[in-house]
């Protein structure tokens, strides 16, 4: 394997990351990652209270959200 057919490590999981987060903030969620599993927060940015997912971890099709964390 030469050094150009190497994967690259690190640099694309940290850049996905931030494209991630941008594309986030910028559809006007805050976007933080919920540590204890799928899913990020689908609130405003900056609002005060829990982390909530209103569209993962949903029991029911009738719930109001999903995941909520602190």
Known sequence: MTPSDKPRTGTG???NEQA????GRA???C???N????GRCTRAPHA???HVDYYNGRQQITDVHGYTWS
């Open 13 to 15: 999981q940290a850049r």
């Open 48 to 50: 005060d209270g829990e």
């Open 31 to 33: 976007w933080e990652r």
């Open 20 to 23: 991630s987060l941008a594309a």
């Open 27 to 29: 559809a006007g969620y």
């Open 35 to 38: 540590p204890d599993g799928p």
